[in-house]
């Protein structure tokens, strides 16, 4: 089945760093969507990409779908102590297509 | 609105006795999923459920898991024979296009 390979596992970075995770695949999907968990919660997504080469922000974060549509990266500037959570990537077939895949997730601590 | 709800928040059994945890979706989302986060760890796809379709059940992990979804809404994970790596939160989607999943806070199971 389909794949996602999301890197880095891990960050821990200095409040303020920005922050730079990824993910890629062998297959080709036709969205990218980007959700952040919090401790105790349920993932919410943040950033919803539905076109190859489109970049997206969303105050201090930001996305972009790669070109060859098999990759995605999601940027986070000035890091600040409330970003520390778990953030995943998935990627969809398109609308009532089916369930997307998911990365396992890049875990983020932040440092004050 | 009210957003996806799942019942009970915390569950704690001991093993071999079955279990039912509860998933309340967002009215009117068509799509439904059921997910697994051992701690730390990734979500581990469970089942999904869109509209009147068979229900795609490739990710259950064994016949102890079902799951049934009455009148196109509410939704509820069987656990039979509850084993201790049955243990993790069991995380409920909703979503109106099967893209945008919107989370439920989970259910996080004990098994002793």
């Known amino acids: 089945g389909q794949q996602l390979n999301q890197s880095p596992q891990s960050m821990f970075i200095q409040e303020g760093e920005d922050v730079s995770m990824n993910c890629t695949s062998s297959?080709?999907?036709?969205?990218w969507l980007w959700y952040k968990q919090d401790p105790g919660e349920g993932p919410v997504l943040l950033i919803a990409?539905?076109?190859?080469?489109e970049l997206t922000s969303n105050g201090r974060l930001t996305a972009q779908f790669g070109i060859t549509r098999k990759d995605s990266f999601l940027n986070i500037s000035a890091s600040i102590p409330s970003d520390v959570g778990i953030y995943f990537c998935a990627g969809g077939r398109g609308t009532n297509a089916g369930k997307s895949t998911f990365g396992d997730g890049t875990t983020l601590t932040v440092k004050p | 609105g009210a957003g996806v709800s799942q019942s009970p928040s915390n569950k704690v059994t001991e093993k071999g006795k079955d279990v039912e945890l509860r998933c309340d979706p967002i009215s009117g989302h068509t799509a439904l999923y059921w997910y697994r986060q051992s701690l730390g760890q990734g979500l581990e796809f469970l089942i999904y459920f869109q509209g009147n379709s068979a229900p795609d059940k490739s990710g259950l992990p064994s016949d102890r898991f079902s799951a049934e979804r009455t009148g196109g809404s509410v939704s509820t994970l069987t656990i039979q024979r509850t084993q201790q790596e049955d243990s993790a939160v069991y995380l409920c989607a909703s979503s109106f296009n099967s893209e945008t999943q919107y989370f439920g806070p989970g259910t996080r199971l004990l098994v002793l």
């Open positions: 297959s080709i999907f036709n969205t």
């Open positions: 990409l539905y076109k190859a080469g």
